[in-house]
C-alpha cells in the first residue's frame, strides 16, 4: 500500500486509446496529456470491460465486470445498490467528490460521494430505451445515430456538450481551490462529457487537422475488412450506408480528432490550476475514458464492438511515487481501477473483485501473462460478445456465431480473422477454455436479456418505449431536455 496523497481522476468520453500524441500517433494534438504522459506512466493496453458508456462507468465505479454488476446496458443503471469505490473510501473518512457525467441512474441514489456537483446522470433516470429491444430481436434502425455522426460534424458554434465540460472544469478548480490545502488526502473525479458526439467543434482547433492529411483505415473498404453476421448486424442498427462519400468520412475523423484536442485543452486547465496551486507533489493524477471509438474502422462509425478501436482505452498515472516517463505493457481495464484506487489511499480493497492493483506494474512488477475481458450486451447486437486476451492472441467469442480470432503482434488493425483457421486451433480452444473460466457466455447472454425484457414489461412493452423513447439519442447535459438535444 502507498502514502495516501490526493487523488484527481479525469474520465473523458468516447478516446480512442491510440489518440495521445505521446503514445505515438502522428497527428493528434494532446499537450496536456503529453505533460501528463512525461511526469508519470501509460499502459499500453489498457480496456475498458464494456464498450458502451452506462455498463463501463459502472465498472469504473464498482470494479466489476458488467456480468457481476448487472447494469447491462444504456437504461439499466447504478443504482445505490451496488458499493462503489467512492462508497468505500468515504466510509474510510477521506472527501470524494464526483464533477460531470457518471451516467449512473440519478443523483438520489447513493452513488458513494460525499458531493456531487453538476451531475449527468441518465436522462429521466431511465436514459435510453431502444437497446432494450435486441432482446426480443425487435431493435429499431438508428438513423438519428448516423445523421448525428455525419450531419453535425465540422466547424461550428459551441455544443451544450463543450459548454457543459467547460462548466464542469470551471466547478473543478472552484472546488479545489477550497480544499487544494486541506490537511487530508481527497479523491476529485472529474468526468467530461467530450469526446462525444455530435462532433461540432471550434474552427481553431479543426484546424489542425487538414482534410488533406487524413487517411481512412484500410478496414474502411470491403476489401480490407474481414466480415462477420455480428458486425454486420451493428453497422444495420447504425444505420450506416456502404456509399458514404469519404470525404465525409474525412471531415468526421478531423472533427473527432479536434474533440479529443477540446478535451485535451479543458484537462490541461485543471493541470495548470494544480501547478499554480503548488499541489502537484503532492496530488496523484489518472487519465482513461469510459470506451474507445471508431471513426470508419472496420466501416463503423462509434463504438459498441469488440475491435481495438472501441475497447482501447488510455491510462495514465501521474504524482507521487509514480515512476516518470515509464510505459508498462501488462494487460489492464478499468476493474483495476478500484484496487488502484483503494491502495493508493493505503485501504484495503474488499474480496471478491475481478481486478487487481496497478501499483506492482508501476513499481517494476509487470504481469504480462495477465489476459483481459470484457463483454457487451446492448444496442445493436443480437447476442453477446465477448472479448478474452492473452498476450497478443485475442479471442472474440459471439453468441451463436462464429467467433473472431486475432493476432495483434502481426494484425494490430484486425484485418485478418483467423477464427477459422485450423493452424490456429488450438490457440482458439486455449483461449475458449480461459474465457469460460471467467464467464458463461451462453448462460449471461440469457440473463442479460431476460433482465432486458423484464424492463421492457415494467415500461408497458416495446410500443410504449418506442412512443416514449423514439426519438432519443444521447443523455442531455443538467437542465437540458431531451427532446431538444
Not at 452506462?54 to 447494469?71: D, E, F, S, W
Not at 498515472?317 to 494487460?331: E, F, N, S, V, Y
Request: aromatic share 8%; proline share 6%.
Amino acid at each position: 500500500m502507498q502514502r495516501p496523497a490526493n487523488l484527481i481522476i479525469f474520465v473523458g468520453e468516447s478516446h480512442n486509446r491510440a489518440l495521445v500524441a505521446a503514445s505515438g500517433h502522428p497527428q493528434i494534438h494532446t499537450p496536456a496529456l503529453d505533460s501528463l504522459a512525461r511526469r508519470g506512466a501509460q499502459f499500453s493496453n489498457s480496456y475498458c470491460n464494456s464498450p458502451i458508456c452506462v455498463p463501463a462507468r459502472a465498472t469504473i465505479a464498482t470494479g466489476l465486470y458488467p456480468h457481476q454488476h448487472k447494469y447491462w446496458e444504456n437504461s439499466i443503471a447504478l443504482d445505490g445498490r451496488t458499493p462503489t469505490w467512492m462508497k468505500d473510501l468515504r466510509d474510510q473518512g477521506y472527501h470524494v467528490a464526483g464533477i460531470g457525467k457518471f451516467h449512473f441512474r440519478n443523483g438520489d441514489d447513493d452513488n458513494g460521494f460525499s458531493e456531487e456537483i453538476l451531475p449527468m446522470h441518465l436522462a429521466e433516470g431511465v436514459g435510453e430505451l431502444l437497446g432494450l429491444l435486441r432482446s426480443e430481436n425487435a431493435e429499431p434502425i438508428r438513423k438519428g445515430l448516423w445523421d448525428l455522426y455525419t450531419k453535425r460534424c465540422g466547424p461550428g458554434d459551441e455544443t451544450s456538450y463543450q459548454a457543459y465540460d467547460k462548466l464542469i472544469t470551471q466547478r473543478s478548480i472552484e472546488w479545489m481551490r477550497t480544499h487544494a490545502n486541506d490537511e487530508q488526502p481527497w479523491a476529485l473525479c472529474i468526468h467530461y462529457v467530450s469526446a462525444h458526439a455530435p462532433y461540432t467543434v471550434p474552427d481553431d482547433l479543426l484546424e489542425l487537422y487538414p482534410l488533406d492529411k487524413i487517411e481512412l483505415p484500410r478496414t474502411f473498404s470491403k476489401q480490407g475488412r474481414p466480415n462477420h453476421e455480428a458486425i454486420e448486424h451493428l453497422r444495420t442498427i447504425l444505420g450506416h450506408e456502404e456509399d458514404i462519400d469519404e470525404d465525409l468520412v474525412k471531415l468526421l475523423t478531423a472533427s473527432y480528432f479536434a474533440a479529443i484536442t477540446y478535451l485535451d485543452r479543458e484537462v490541461g486547465h485543471v493541470l495548470d490550476y494544480l501547478d499554480a496551486a503548488e499541489v502537484t507533489d503532492k496530488t496523484r493524477v489518472v487519465y482513461t475514458a469510459d470506451h474507445g471509438y471508431s471513426t470508419g474502422n472496420h466501416f463503423i462509425m462509434g463504438l459498441f464492438n469488440m475491435y481495438e478501436h472501441s475497447l482501447g482505452v488510455p491510462l495514465i498515472m501521474a504524482g507521487p511515487d509514480i515512476p516518470k516517463g515509464k510505459t508498462i505493457r501488462q494487460l489492464t481495464s478499468h476493474v483495476d481501477l478500484f484496487p488502484s484506487i483503494m491502495d493508493s489511499f493505503g485501504v484495503s480493497t474488499r474480496s471478491g473483485l475481478p481486478g487487481t492493483s496497478l501499483w506492482p506494474a508501476l513499481q517494476g512488477n509487470e504481469d504480462l501473462d495477465r489476459p483481459v475481458f470484457a463483454e457487451y450486451h446492448a444496442l445493436g447486437s443480437k447476442a453477446a460478445s465477448y472479448m478474452y486476451r492473452e498476450k497478443d492472441q485475442k479471442l472474440v467469442h459471439h453468441v451463436g456465431m462464429p467467433p473472431q480470432l486475432f493476432d495483434l503482434a502481426a494484425d494490430p488493425e484486425e484485418e485478418r480473422d483467423l477464427g477459422g483457421d485450423p493452424a490456429s486451433a488450438d490457440v482458439l480452444q486455449r483461449l475458449e477454455s480461459g474465457l469460460a473460466a471467467v464467464v458463461s457466455p451462453d448462460t449471461t447472454d440469457a440473463e442479460a436479456k431476460e433482465a432486458q425484457r423484464a424492463r421492457i414489461r415494467e415500461l408497458g412493452g416495446a410500443e410504449a418505449i418506442i412512443a416514449r423513447r423514439g426519438g432519443f439519442i444521447y443523455s442531455p447535459p443538467p437542465g437540458k431536455d431531451w427532446k431538444k438535444f
